[in-house]
C-alpha cells in the first residue's frame, strides 16, 4: 500500500516557518545557532512533540525527533537537512528537508502506520557556514572518524569551536553553541550504531529537473570537484606615468590566463561539466596602481574522475608559465572525489516515485550537502524536487507546494520500504 503526505499540512509548514529571518523580500536570512534558527527550532519542537515524537539534542545542537517502533532494539531510519540559510536566502533550502522528515512523521502519527524501527527527523547545526564557516561544519565533525584524510582534517572539532563569526571576530562557533538551549550530550550524536539509514530531500538548485518537466530527482551521487588557486605576480607601480609596453601587469596577466582555462575546457566537449571562477583577490586593489598581484579560484566538477583530470591537467600547464610578463603559480585548495549513495536507498526512492505515479529521474548532486559526509558512516541517499527557474540560494527561490508534497510521500514512502527490509 502507498501512502500519500498532506499538501494542506505542508503548505503550512512552508508558511510558518518562511516567518523565522523573513527579510521582507520573499526570502530568508537565518544564520546557524541565530534568534530566528532558535525559533525554527521551537517551531519544530512544538510540532513534534505533539505527535508524540522523542526530542533529543547533541553537543554540536543537532535535534533529533523520533517515533519509537514497535520491535525494540532496531536501528533508527533518520530524515535530515538543516534550518540555517545563506544570507537572503530563499524559503526553501535546507528547511523542505526538516518539514519534508516532519510531514513524514505526521502522517506516520495521523494515519497510524505501523512501522518496526524507531524513525527519526534530524536537524543538522550549520551546513551554510554562513556565519561560522566552513560550510558542512557539524556532518565534518560529527562523521570525522570515517571521512578520508584530507577531508576529515579540515573539520576537526578543536578547530571547528574556534571558527569566527564574520559579522563579530570576537565571537566564536564555540560561544554561540554554548549559548545555544538546544546544545545537548554527545551520546545522542548521529552513529552507525544506532541508526541504519539516512534520507534527505533538497530543492535541486538548479534547472535539470524544471526543464525535463520531473516532480522528482532520484539522486544517484554528489559529484567530484577540485577547487585551486590561481595567482599572478607583477609589478606594481603608478597607473599614470607606467608606460603601457613596460607594464607587468598582474590583473591583465590574470584576465588572460582565465580567457585560456576556459577556451581550453570548452574544447573538452563535455556540456555536463562545470567550473566557476568566483573569488578574485586584487592587491593592492587602488585605483591609481597597477596590481602586482592577483588571486583568483577555480571550481570544477565532475562525475568521471577521468574528466577532472583532464580540466586539472589545463589547469596545472598555467603553473610557472609566464603571461604578459607575469608569472603564474597554481596551487591545490582542496578537493573531494564523487560520493554514490546506496544503490538500494536509490533504488526505494526510484520505485515509490514510479509506484507513486509520480513523474522521476535520476540525477546527480554538483552542490555539496551533509548526506555526503553521512554517507561515509551508514547508506544514505537524497531526493531533489524541483527549483522553478534553477534558482536558489536566492530570494526567489520557489517550489510549489504540490511538489515539496509530492516529494515527502516518496521520502514517506521510500522510508517505510526501507522499514521492511
Known amino acids: 500500500m502507498m ?42 519542537v512544538k510540532r513534534m512533540e505533539a505527535i508524540g515524537a522523542i526530542i533529543e539534542t547533541d553537543d554540536l545542537a543537532n535535534m533529533y525527533a523520533t517515533l519509537e517502533g514497535t520491535e525494540p532494539g532496531l536501528k533508527r531510519i533518520v530524515m535530515g537537512s ?75 572539532m578543536e578547530d571547528m569551536l574556534k571558527s569566527k563569526s564574520v559579522l563579530d571576530k570576537t565571537k566564536t562557533f564555540k560561544d554561540a553553541l554554548d549559548a545555544s538551549p538546544y546544545k545537548g550530550e554527545k551520546k545522542n550524536r548521529l552513529n552507525p550504531d544506532d541508526y541504519m539509514a539516512m534520507f534527505e530531500l533538497h530543492v535541486e538548485q538548479g534547472p535539470i529537473l524544471e526543464d525535463a518537466k520531473n516532480d522528482i530527482g532520484v539522486v544517484t551521487c554528489v559529484l567530484g570537484m577540485f577547487n585551486y588557486r590561481i595567482r599572478f605576480f607583477g609589478q606594481a607601480d603608478h597607473a599614470g606615468t607606467t608606460p603601457m609596453h613596460k607594464r607587468q601587469d598582474a590583473l591583465y596577466a590574470a584576465a588572460k590566463g582565465l580567457c585560456y582555462l576556459h577556451e581550453e575546457i570548452d574544447k573538452l566537449g563535455r556540456p555536463e561539466l562545470v567550473y566557476t571562477t568566483g573569488e578574485i583577490v586584487c592587491h593592492p586593489c587602488v585605483h591609481t596602481v597597477i596590481p602586482d598581484m592577483i588571486d583568483f579560484s577555480i571550481d570544477v566538477r565532475h562525475e568521471d574522475p577521468e574528466v577532472r583530470q583532464k580540466v586539472l591537467d589545463i589547469v596545472k600547464s598555467l603553473d610557472g608559465k609566464e603571461i604578459e610578463r607575469c608569472r603564474c603559480e597554481v596551487e591545490l585548495a582542496w578537493a573531494r572525489d564523487t560520493v554514490y549513495f546506496d544503490e538500494e536507498l536509490v533504488g526505494f526512492v526510484k520505485d515509490s516515485a514510479d509506484e507513486l505515479g509520480i513523474s522521476n529521474q535520476y540525477i546527480n548532486s554538483g552542490a555539496g550537502h551533509d548526506a555526503q559526509f553521512a554517507s561515509y558512516m551508514m547508506p544514505t541517499t537524497m531526493i531533489f524536487v524541483p527549483s522553478k527557474d534553477g534558482h536558489s540560494h536566492c530570494e526567489p527561490e520557489y517550489t510549489s507546494v504540490e511538489q515539496c508534497t509530492a516529494g515527502a510521500s516518496v521520502m514517506l514512502n521510500a522510508v517505510l520500504k526501507t522499514d521492511k527490509k
Open 3 to 44: 501512502f500519500k503526505c498532506s499538501k494542506n499540512r505542508m503548505e503550512d509548514k512552508i508558511k510558518t516557518f518562511a516567518q523565522y529571518g523573513a527579510t521582507g523580500n520573499g526570502g530568508i536570512t537565518r544564520y546557524a545557532l541565530s534568534p530566528e534558527a532558535n525559533q525554527a527550532r521551537g517551531e519544530f
Open 82 to 156: 538543516h534550518v540555517d540559510s545563506v544570507k537572503n536566502g530563499g524559503n526553501y533550502d535546507g528547511i523542505l528537508g526538516v518539514m519534508t522528515g516532519m510531514e513524514v512523521l505526521e502522517t506516520i502519527a495521523e494515519n497510524n502506520i505501523p512501522h518496526r524501527h524507531p524513525i527519526t527527523v534530524m536537524i543538522w547545526t550549520n551546513e551554510e557556514g554562513s556565519l561560522y564557516p566552513p560550510a558542512l561544519m557539524v556532518s565534518g565533525v560529527v562523521c570525522n572518524d570515517v571521512l578520508p584524510a584530507d577531508i576529515a582534517g579540515k573539520y576537526k
